[in-house]
């Protein structure tokens, strides 16, 4: 304890000197006694006192061993850094010595450095004087050299001519630049004004240039030489633009010439100028496009031979001149269409376009494969030029159609009037050419336009499909008006119902005609406005003829169901001869239309018929003449049924069942079966009315009120409806309005 407590006094002036090393000898002083603590805690650790105590003491002089040659390294290191510093100072010292010297002396050489600076200028001045005494030769021989210049230019020695001009600019330039350089731009319009003839050189140069060029197709087959010789100088005015737009410092004046583009530019005017001048040509429209295609061809070869040889390759001269013909003929073709062209113009132009320009006769030509490829130039006229270029041609199609029509249709119209038969046909039908002058004329067109585009075809044939639809109404109009001057003088004219036959067949020969217009073979369907209007027209031709038939039969129709006609059969017969006389001349017209027309007359001739029996001429008095009456009828629609039967009518066909109906129904004995009689023939014909009923009752002259009563009750509670499929018969028949009885003033009714 003693021991420490020296320690501590002898080294309490270090502590108060160093602070943090009495701290940190506390900390260790206090961890080596924990340390102990902890090992000594134990008796039986203590025998090893002495290993611990003596292995700490290497320990410790192993530790200050270290430490004391660290710090000695450290010192000796401290003693060669001050040492250098020390050597430094001195070094700056005998710098700064000489450094104010230096400045003592430059201060003494000021004066001396501004007669320097005078000598320099002079120095300047004598090297600018000394270029202007060697290009004083030059100076002088400018207007000589310009007079030189200007013969070679007359005597087209292009190049040498070329050359001097070149020499004169860079010397001109030159004196420019340097006067730029210098800012004396005041005397650059003195230069200027001395060098004032190389514009007029230029411009002579240039001239023969573009006269050159504007030949050069000509030239290159005539004088290949004169036309390289051209672009020779062309090329080098063009390395001069762009060495001088590479110096950015001074640009003399005319530069950049840019005599390429200048090129380029006359070579496109003249091609331009050449073939595509606007002018009229309607009349020849056609003639010129054959032209334009020839001479197309025949230079663009040229070019592709010849020309491509005589440029640069970066020139694309073929390319060039390809995109020039194609851009010129789209703005040519535009100008054109603005005229107005009649419908053949605009066929030759459509195909002329879509058709002959891609193809081999002209830019396809093998000539000029594969180099010459307007396919990435895109089309000659837009798409929606092309439909309006179609839309026009339509119209005046249409216009010419519609010109043609009536004079066909008046030329038609005469011929009904002629004093012999219609044409025949080899199978004897009566025909006339109108069918096949119509579909010819029509199918022409549509066929034509097969040439240009699908499109256009489609147009055509909608167009034409219209105006057929129109020309069938007014050839119905036509036959209107032929029925009523037929009305006015039924012997006018002679052949009154062969020409309406004719019309029939006629009419049957459009129809077959009409789906082979159509583009599309496999597309054969009529429209349904134009099969309308065919069958308007047909009705209206049955209708004439049927109507001339009940001419001839009503004198005998209004005689059935009389006295008269109950005596004999001589009535029928003459029916029967009539209907015979106008079947043979239906004979005359094809199967279709000859059945339709059979079928009307029967259904005519029925119709008639029962008309005549609601007129009720006569009243049966007495069973025998009811009897009589009815086998009247029997024989009546039997002799007319075997008839029809016989021109190849089937019986299942026939109106005139209805006849044998009513037989049924008049020659009944026993009046009080007629409801149930009634009803079935209300059944089979449902369109008979209360009024149809009543009149063949009164037709019977036996049937009583009461009777009479329960029929048409019976026929109130059953009431008919007409099936979809059901012909009409009865309810085209009226039945005249009953007579009122005579009333005297003062009397009683009977």
């Given at each position: 304890?003693?021991?420490?407590?020296?320690?501590?006094?002898?080294?309490?002036?270090?502590?108060?000197?160093?602070?943090?090393?009495?701290?940190?000898?506390?900390?260790?002083?206090?961890?080596?006694?924990?340390?102990?603590?902890?090992?000594?805690?134990?008796?039986?650790?203590?025998?090893?006192?002495?290993?611990?105590?003596?292995?700490?003491?290497?320990?410790?002089?192993?530790?200050?061993?270290?430490?004391?040659?660290?710090?000695?390294?450290?010192?000796?290191?401290?003693?060669?850094?001050l040492?250098?510093?020390?050597?430094?100072?001195?070094?700056?010292?005998?710098?700064?010595?000489?450094?104010?010297?230096?400045?003592?002396?430059?201060?003494?050489?000021?004066?001396?450095?501004?007669?320097?600076?005078?000598?320099?200028?002079?120095?300047?001045?004598?090297?600018?004087?000394?270029?202007?005494?060697?290009?004083?030769?030059?100076?002088?021989?400018?207007?000589?050299?310009?007079?030189?210049t200007?013969?070679?230019?007359?005597?087209?020695?292009?190049?040498?001519?070329?050359?001097?001009?070149?020499?004169?600019?860079?010397?001109?330039d030159?004196?420019?630049?340097?006067?730029?350089?210098?800012?004396?731009?005041?005397?650059?319009?003195?230069?200027?004004s001395?060098?004032?003839?190389?514009?007029?050189?230029n411009?002579?140069?240039?001239?023969?240039?573009?006269?050159?060029?504007?030949?050069?197709?000509?030239?290159v087959?005539?004088?290949?030489?004169?036309?390289?010789?051209?672009?020779?100088?062309?090329?080098?005015?063009?390395?001069?633009?762009?060495?001088?737009?590479?110096?950015?410092?001074?640009?003399?004046?005319?530069?950049?010439?840019?005599?390429?583009?200048?090129?380029?530019h006359?070579?496109?005017?003249?091609?331009?100028?050449?073939?595509?001048?606007?002018?009229?040509?309607?009349?020849?429209?056609?003639?010129?496009?054959?032209?334009?295609?020839?001479?197309?061809?025949?230079?663009?070869?040229?070019?592709?031979?010849?020309?491509?040889?005589?440029?640069?390759?970066?020139?694309?001269?073929?390319?060039?001149?390809?995109?020039?013909?194609?851009q010129?003929?789209?703005?040519?073709?535009?100008?054109?269409?603005?005229?107005?062209?009649?419908?053949?113009?605009?066929?030759?132009?459509?195909?002329?376009?879509?058709?002959v320009?891609?193809?081999?006769?002209?830019?396809?030509?093998?000539?000029?494969?594969?180099?010459?490829?307007?396919?990435?130039?895109?089309?000659?006229?837009?798409?929606?030029?092309?439909?309006?270029?179609?839309?026009?041609?339509?119209?005046k199609?249409?216009?010419?159609?519609?010109?043609?029509?009536?004079?066909?249709?008046?030329?038609?119209?005469?011929?009904?009037?002629?004093?012999?038969?219609?044409?025949?046909?080899?199978?004897?039908?009566?025909?006339?050419d109108?069918?096949?002058?119509?579909?010819?004329?029509?199918?022409?067109?549509?066929?034509?336009?097969?040439?240009?585009?699908?499109?256009?075809?489609?147009?055509?044939y909608?167009?034409?499909?219209?105006?057929?639809?129109?020309f069938?109404?007014?050839?119905?109009?036509?036959?209107?008006?032929?029925?009523?001057?037929?009305?006015?003088?039924?012997?006018?004219?002679?052949?009154?119902?062969?020409?309406?036959?004719?019309?029939?067949?006629n009419?049957?020969?459009?129809?077959?005609?009409?789906?082979?217009?159509?583009?599309?073979?496999?597309?054969?369907?009529?429209?349904?406005?134009?099969?309308?209007?065919?069958?308007?027209?047909?009705?209206?031709?049955?209708?004439?003829?049927?109507?001339?038939l009940?001419?001839?039969?009503?004198?005998?129709?209004?005689?059935?169901?009389?006295?008269?006609?109950?005596?004999?059969?001589?009535?029928?017969?003459?029916?029967?001869?009539?209907?015979?006389?106008?079947?043979?001349?239906?004979?005359?017209?094809?199967?279709?239309?000859?059945?339709?027309?059979?079928?009307?007359?029967?259904?005519?001739?029925?119709?008639?018929?029962?008309?005549?029996?609601?007129?009720?001429?006569?009243?049966?008095?007495?069973?025998?003449?009811?009897?009589?009456?009815?086998?009247?009828?029997?024989?009546?629609?039997?002799?007319?049924?075997?008839?029809?039967?016989?021109?190849?009518?089937?019986?299942?066909?026939?109106?005139?069942?209805?006849?044998f109906?009513?037989?049924?129904?008049l020659c009944?004995?026993?009046?009080?079966?007629?409801?149930?009689?009634?009803?079935?023939?209300?059944?089979?014909?449902?369109?008979?009315?209360?009024?149809?009923?009543?009149?063949?009752?009164?037709?019977?002259?036996?049937?009583s009120?009461?009777?009479?009563?329960?029929?048409?009750?019976m026929?109130?509670?059953?009431?008919?409806?007409?099936?979809?499929?059901?012909?009409?018969?009865?309810?085209?028949?009226?039945?005249p309005?009953?007579?009122?009885?005579?009333?005297?003033?003062?009397?009683?009714?009977?």
């Open positions: 304890m003693g021991t420490s407590a020296d320690d501590e006094q002898g080294a309490s002036p270090r502590d108060e000197e160093w602070p943090e090393v009495e701290k940190a000898e506390k900390l260790a002083r206090g961890a080596a006694l924990k340390w102990a603590s902890g090992v000594f805690y134990r008796p039986e650790n203590l025998e090893g006192l002495g290993q611990y105590r003596s292995r700490e003491t290497q320990r410790n002089s192993s530790i200050q061993s270290r430490l004391k040659s660290t710090v000695q390294s450290y010192l000796e290191g401290v003693s060669a850094g040492e250098q510093l020390r050597s430094a100072v001195q070094e700056v010292q005998s710098v700064c010595q000489e450094l104010g010297a230096a400045r003592w002396a430059l201060l003494d050489c000021a004066d001396r450095f501004q007669d320097l600076q005078q000598m320099r200028t002079l120095m300047a001045e004598h090297v600018q004087l000394a270029s202007v005494v060697q290009v004083l030769p030059q100076l002088f021989s400018v207007h000589e050299v310009f007079s030189h200007l013969q070679l230019l007359r005597g087209q020695h292009l190049l040498e001519a070329h050359v001097e001009i070149m020499m004169m600019e860079h010397l001109r030159n004196i420019l630049s340097q006067l730029h350089l210098r800012g004396l731009s005041s005397a650059q319009a003195t230069v200027l001395y060098f004032s003839g190389l514009q007029e050189l411009e002579s140069l240039a001239k023969q240039l573009w006269g050159i060029v504007g030949s050069s197709l000509q030239l087959q005539e004088d290949p030489v004169l036309f390289v010789t051209a672009v020779r100088i062309i090329e080098r005015e063009e390395k001069i633009d762009d060495t001088l737009l590479l110096d950015a410092t001074f640009l003399p004046p005319g530069r950049p010439k840019g005599w390429r583009q200048k090129f380029y006359v070579l496109q005017e003249t091609i331009t100028g050449t073939h595509f001048h606007t002018t009229r040509v309607d009349a020849g429209l056609s003639r010129h496009l054959e032209a334009l295609q020839r001479d197309i061809v025949s230079e663009l070869r040229v070019v592709k031979d010849l020309m491509v040889q005589c440029v640069p390759a970066h020139y694309n001269i073929l390319s060039v001149c390809t995109a020039t013909y194609h010129a003929l789209a703005s040519h073709l535009q100008d054109i269409l603005r005229e107005d062209l009649d419908k053949q113009a605009l066929f030759h132009l459509l195909k002329w376009v879509l058709h320009y891609h193809s081999s006769e002209m830019m396809g030509h093998p000539d000029l494969l594969p180099e010459v490829d307007v396919s990435s130039l895109g089309p000659l006229i837009s798409p929606e030029l092309v439909d309006q270029t179609e839309r026009r041609y339509v119209v199609l249409k216009a010419s159609v519609l010109e043609w029509m009536p004079r066909t249709l008046n030329r038609e119209f005469e011929e009904w009037f002629r004093e012999k038969e219609p044409k025949t046909d080899h199978q004897g039908f009566f025909q006339s109108l069918p096949t002058d119509v579909i010819e004329m029509l199918n022409s067109n549509i066929k034509v336009t097969s040439l240009i585009t699908s499109s256009l075809q489609q147009k055509v909608n167009m034409a499909l219209e105006e057929l639809e129109a069938l109404g007014r050839l119905r109009e036509a036959l209107v008006q032929y029925g009523k001057e037929h009305q006015k003088d039924p012997t006018m004219p002679k052949y009154y119902v062969p020409y309406l036959l004719a019309m029939l067949n009419n049957l020969a459009l129809s077959s005609f009409v789906p082979t217009l159509h583009p599309d073979s496999a597309c054969r369907e009529v429209p349904v406005s134009l099969q309308a209007a065919l069958d308007r027209m047909q009705k209206k031709a049955c209708q004439l003829l049927l109507e001339e009940l001419l001839d039969l009503q004198p005998l129709c209004v005689q059935l169901a009389s006295r008269k006609w109950l005596s004999g059969s001589q009535l029928v017969n003459s029916m029967c001869e009539v209907i015979d006389k106008y079947a043979k001349d239906f004979s005359r017209v094809k199967k279709p239309v000859f059945t339709l027309l059979l079928t009307e007359c029967e259904v005519l001739v029925a119709n008639q018929y029962l008309r005549a029996l609601m007129q009720k001429k006569m009243v049966c008095k007495s069973k025998e003449e009811r009897g009589q009456f009815c086998d009247r009828l029997l024989q009546d629609a039997t002799q007319l049924r075997e008839l029809f039967c016989s021109l190849g009518l089937d019986r299942s066909q026939q109106n005139l069942e209805a006849v109906a009513v037989r049924e129904l009944l004995k026993d009046t009080a079966l007629l409801s149930l009689e009634v009803l079935g023939f209300i059944t089979k014909y449902p369109d008979v009315s209360d009024e149809h009923i009543s009149t063949l009752l009164d037709l019977r002259g036996d049937v009120k009461e009777v009479r009563h329960m029929v048409l009750e026929m109130a509670q059953h009431p008919q409806a007409l099936p979809e499929s059901y012909q009409p018969i009865f309810s085209t028949i009226l039945v309005a009953p007579e009122l009885p005579f009333c005297l003033r003062k009397g009683k009714c009977a």
